[in-house]
């Protein structure tokens, strides 16, 4: 009976040893991924993605960006030659064509903000 216990603490621990850095990647993982999400889940239609320009420039401070009368993020690293530049949007569609009239007139309406559809 002692035998069969010790054999099964003995699993157990194992199991433990196996499983425990599982967790830790997990929740490395998951703070990793918060500023990201955020900025997923932060609106930034053409024209009103201000709200996104602060959060980026919230989360990259240490790199002391700049922001232009656009609301452009601007972070320069490093000087010297050659010059790299790095860009990405960071709008998103705001409107969808739904009608073209028969003169020629396009009809726009403004995109639900809680996200697109995967269709």
């Keep these: 009976m002692t035998r069969r216990i010790a054999t099964v603490a003995a ?4 199991l433990l040893l196996i499983a425990a850095p599982l967790f830790a990647q997990t929740r490395t993982a998951e703070r ?5 999400v955020q900025f997923v889940d932060t609106p930034a239609v053409s024209g009103y993605e201000g709200q996104l320009g602060h959060e980026i420039s919230s989360q990259i ?14 972070v320069t690293i490093g000087t010297g030659a050659p ?5 990405t949007p960071i709008d998103e569609p705001g ?4 009608d073209v009239t028969p003169d ?14 995967p269709i």
């Design 32 to 36: 990793g991924q918060r500023p990201l």
């Design 11 to 14: 699993f157990l621990f194992a």
């Design 83 to 87: 010059h790299r530049l790095i860009v």
């Design 61 to 74: 401070a240490s790199l002391h960006p700049k922001t232009d009368n656009l609301g452009d993020v601007i």
């Design 95 to 98: 409107f969808v064509v739904s």
């Design 104 to 117: 020629g007139y396009l009809r726009v309406q403004r995109l639900p903000q809680f996200g697109l559809s």
